[in-house]
């Protein structure tokens, strides 16, 4: 069967859920036995959100093959359960980048280069390649608005890709917003009917409506809508507000979207096997415990930046039955004062990754607590490292242990600037004089990690070597590491040629472990990632014993100060 395209398209405002919805019909389309794939295309400049603000853009997303990526990818690859790489999210920045490397290179022969065609035709092929193995369904994704101005060569693109792979091969779904006026008691059509109208306006006419609303429609509603946007009858679907993400895809099911989608595009008629979701919302509503993390970092004021790690933890909670309940901590606000009123009542310390010197100290702080208190803990990738610095400053007593990110000059660098590391998948020493940008600075994508054996992380993988993703430019320095083990800290993993340390974990402490990577990103809902469930399982045995935490007098003792 030749390879049949999805265009979702949003309107009137971002942030809707395209990502969820698109990510949801292509786990209804595997449902039913197809092979599919997915795609995002983000219409901003920058060539990849490797160095966007998380603040602005939200969590970066990282690949096998070591793409910076759109968060929208952990959704596709959660939903779907299937790898994503560098085809799968291409931007505006990345799309002029490859045109005009072809203009300075002769490709064009010396013709002007335009949007049309030559712009749009590298969107095209970029589309094009995210289908190379031939799969039943390509599901794209056009991030932003319809309407706004850098939207716009995507959307000509696969207005052409209609003409060009044939209508009975090609399927437009727009998602829109049908606000509920509560006030009013009413739901306002007008903002999908001029958002379909801009959509009309630039040749794509939308096979389905799919309404974002925080009620259900009616069928008058639908019919409504269908009659002023041109489309079947049977083709606007309710998007309601669910209290889960993991309920969308049961939710869209119930609506029968996925058996439209299969009507329009010609799809085998099959029933989808949704035993396996059904099983999983079941559990989400259905816990026997509850556990209260902590997740110390510094872009806590956007949920985004770290949603993969978010999810992760909600997947754990599922494996174990119990429902985690994140606080989440600005670490730069986070003191010797206030450090037991903020951290007393979890039971569970969490510090993610990060870049930068801002709200260390207070990192420091959490991690003290969680070493000193027996409290589970659980660091990732900076997280790890300012683990290590803690555990030298107050334990190793080592004077001026930092990380060469935060001084460069520093006297003790327990956690240094990597100048070599062996990228596996170009079988190739990389030294850092040779890299040119940013991003070819970092250690990106997926590793091999040799477990060492009784240890916690062996206890959690139950095999002797795995493969985790990275995206860092500092390490532990093994110059360090004789004293660190003297002390008690276990180098439970590392690199085969044992030069890199991966996971780090305390011996007499009942779960503290620090890994170098981003376990995260390979966690989904079906397959919970073990760290993340051991950890879970960690707090949530914490809770049960009922631990007390350090007293006022007890942190006025060891940090310097009141709660």
Not at 446 to 462: F, G, I, R, S
Not at 546 to 559: I, K
Request: include cysteine; hydrophobic fraction near 40%; aromatic fraction near 8%.
């Amino acid at each position: 069967m030749k390879t049949k395209f999805i265009f979702i398209t949003g309107g009137v405002l971002s942030s809707l859920g395209k990502g969820l919805a698109a990510a949801s019909i292509g786990a209804l389309l595997k449902a039913r036995g197809l092979s599919v794939t997915i795609q995002k295309l983000d219409p901003y400049i920058n060539v990849d959100p490797g160095t966007m603000n998380p603040f602005q853009h939200g969590e970066v997303f990282v690949t096998e093959d070591g793409a910076e990526t759109d968060l929208d990818l952990g959704h596709y690859e959660r939903y779907l359960d299937q790898p994503m790489s560098q085809i799968n999210n291409f931007t505006s920045g990345r799309i002029y980048y490859s045109v005009i490397s072809k203009e300075r290179r002769g490709d064009y022969l010396g013709g002007t280069v335009q949007v049309i065609p030559h712009v749009t035709d590298e969107i095209k092929s970029a589309v094009l390649s995210v289908a190379q193995n031939q799969e039943d369904v390509a599901i794209i994704e056009i991030g932003g608005t319809v309407g706004d101005i850098e939207s716009l060569p995507f959307l000509e693109a696969i207005r052409q890709l209609r003409s060009d792979l044939g209508k009975e091969n090609v399927l437009y779904i727009h998602l829109t917003l049908v606000p509920y006026i509560k006030a009013a008691g009413e739901i306002k059509t007008k903002p999908t009917q001029h958002s379909v109208k801009e959509l009309r306006s630039i040749g794509i006419q939308a096979d389905i409506i799919l309404c974002r609303c925080e009620v259900d429609l009616d069928q008058e509603i639908k019919s409504k809508i269908a009659l002023f946007c041109n489309v079947d009858p049977d083709a606007v679907f309710t998007a309601k507000d669910v209290q889960s993400i993991y309920e969308v895809p049961l939710m869209l099911y119930d609506e029968g979207l996925d058996q439209k989608v299969a009507i329009l595009l010609k799809l085998p008629a099959k029933n989808p096997n949704l035993q396996a979701w059904k099983g999983l919302v079941h559990r989400l509503h259905h816990f026997k415990n509850q556990v209260r993390i902590a997740i110390v970092g510094k872009y806590v004021n956007l949920k985004e930046s770290y949603k993969s790690l978010h999810e992760a933890l909600v997947h754990a909670g599922l494996e174990n039955e119990t429902q985690v309940v994140l606080t989440y901590i600005n670490s730069q606000e986070l003191t010797e004062h206030n450090l037991l009123k903020k951290l007393e009542s979890v039971h569970g310390i969490l510090v993610p990754g990060g870049f930068g010197s801002r709200g260390i100290e207070g990192k420091l702080l959490a991690i003290r607590y969680a070493r000193e208190n027996s409290i589970p803990f659980l660091g990732i990738c900076l997280g790890m490292q300012c683990a290590v610095i803690e555990f030298a400053r107050n334990v190793l007593i080592m004077e001026n242990a930092d990380s060469q990110e935060f001084d460069p000059d520093v006297l003790n660098p327990v956690i240094y600037l990597m100048t070599e590391w062996y990228d596996f998948r170009n079988q190739s020493v990389q030294k850092r004089e040779t890299c040119s940008h940013k991003g070819g600075t970092m250690r990106l994508g997926a590793y091999p990690c040799v477990l060492k054996p009784e240890t916690k992380a062996m206890q959690a993988y139950n095999i002797p070597q795995v493969m985790e993703r990275h995206r860092h430019r500092y390490e532990f320095n093994l110059k360090y590491a004789a004293e660190f083990e003297a002390k008690g800290m276990v180098l439970s993993g590392k690199s085969p040629d044992e030069k890199l340390v991966e996971i780090i974990e305390l011996k007499d402490h009942p779960w503290f472990l620090g890994s170098q990577f981003h376990p995260e990103f390979k966690s989904n809902p079906m397959r919970p990632h073990p760290l993340f469930r051991d950890f879970v399982r960690a707090a949530e045995k914490n809770a049960a014993s009922g631990v007390s935490p350090l007293t006022e007098q007890e942190v006025e003792t060891e940090f310097g100060g009141t709660a």
